[in-house]
């Protein structure tokens, strides 16, 4: 554990002080969010900051290679290295997207061709457990491990990317993930399911520590924004560590759909963390869908635009979005290790006063408008 809090430190620190420099070059170079309709910031905003989230994983991982634990991760297996090089084509791609502005299919072709290299380097689903059924485990077969793996990794990138819309949101839900995620990974290897020095759980930790180091920065109100520099980083990570996770386990250790568990955990629980964008995202595509439009066109129908519209200042309804996400991934983490009741008790109780905070504001517009009425 003693390792992990270095390199987080590390990535904090280093994403800290590498963050004003690269606000400097982003200005420089005209990397700039300009003041669109569906935004709700008035002013311009250097808009490169992935680049500082990415300078600190890369240091962290440098240190990590130096570090007789984690020094493993990186002669094991080659998905350390692929999560590197990937993470910083797709961050090279996003830095591009926030200059010059990249068409949807563009981007869209760049994103799959990253997440190729993520897979074709090592990180690829080799199989997938189906409870309650005769099929038990089933091996992928080369092509299907990669369209799947792909395809997660696309999901989870634009995912990241439709939640980036108010400041500091995007790089908290992501700590709130990667730590999530880094104790469940943690946790996963300790009770035998692998090595405790494994490069999912490294990944997020390196993840977390970056955004911690970057937030100060991105939080209300924000001097620079992740772009899709950091958002399509986020996602491609946090992608990698679900399969990786699940790689990592022996599909011949379980004789039952209660003692696979943690087989199939990696790939639900990535749905828990990520619950809330991909809950925006998915309402965002249905949305667009039905009024003939593209599923990339900008609207102001997000969640964390409705949170705005009850009445909710920016950062109270950043708070409550970081509520929510980290009540969905922590209570998907207590599932996953702890005692199923207890958890339940606890979220159920925790969801009725994430529900009371979203709509405050609301409720109090009804009661002070029904007061102005006249008799």
């Not at 791609?93 to 990249?102: E, M, V, Y």
């Not at 943690?262 to 965002?284: E, N, Q, S, W």
């Not at 925790?350 to 409720?363: F, M, N």
């Amino acid at each position: 554990m003693r390792e992990y809090a270095v390199v987080l430190c590390v990535a904090a620190i280093v994403s800290y002080f590498a963050t004003p420099a690269v606000r400097w070059a982003s200005i420089k170079l005209g990397a700039m969010t300009a003041v669109r309709d569906r935004d709700v910031h008035s002013i311009p905003i250097p808009r490169l900051g992935g680049v500082g989230v990415y300078i600190g994983m890369l240091a962290a991982m440098l240190v990590a290679h130096q570090l007789p634990g984690l020094q493993q991760t990186f002669v094991g297996s080659s998905e350390t290295t692929a999560v590197i090089v990937a993470g910083g084509l797709i961050c090279l791609l996003g830095a591009l997207d926030d200059r010059f502005d990249l068409d949807p299919f563009t981007k869209l072709a760049g994103q799959i061709a990253c997440a190729g290299v993520l897979v074709l380097m090592g990180v690829q689903l080799a199989f997938i457990f189906i409870p309650a059924s005769d099929l038990g485990t089933v091996s992928l077969d080369p092509n299907t491990s990669f369209l799947l793996t792909t395809l997660i990794t696309v999901a989870a990138v634009n995912a990241m990317n439709f939640i980036d819309g108010l400041d500091g949101l995007l790089t908290g839900v992501a700590i709130i993930a990667a730590i999530a995620f880094f104790i469940y990974s943690y946790q996963f290897s300790r009770e035998g399911y692998g090595d405790v020095f494994s490069a999912p759980t490294l990944m997020t930790a390196v993840l977390a520590g970056a955004c911690i180091g970057f937030l100060p920065h991105n939080f209300n109100p924000a001097r620079i924004f992740l772009g899709d520099s950091g958002s399509m980083l986020i996602g491609l990570v946090l992608a990698a560590a679900a399969v990786s996770t699940t790689g990592h386990a022996d599909p011949q250790s379980f004789s039952s759909a209660a003692s696979a568990i943690p087989l199939f955990m990696p790939l639900l629980l990535p749905i828990a963390v990520l619950a809330i964008p991909l809950a925006d995202m998915t309402l965002a595509v249905v949305r667009r869908a039905r009024e003939r439009r593209s599923p990339f066109s900008p609207d102001k129908m997000h969640l964390h635009h409705r949170l705005l519209e009850i009445g909710h200042t920016q950062r109270r309804a950043v708070l409550i979005m970081y509520f929510w996400s980290a009540l969905l991934a922590f209570a998907g983490v207590g599932a996953a290790i702890g005692q199923g009741p207890l958890v339940l008790s606890i979220s159920a109780a925790l969801v009725v006063i994430a529900i009371i905070l979203s709509v405050v504001p609301r409720a109090r517009r009804r009661r002070r408008d029904g007061s102005k009425r006249p008799a």
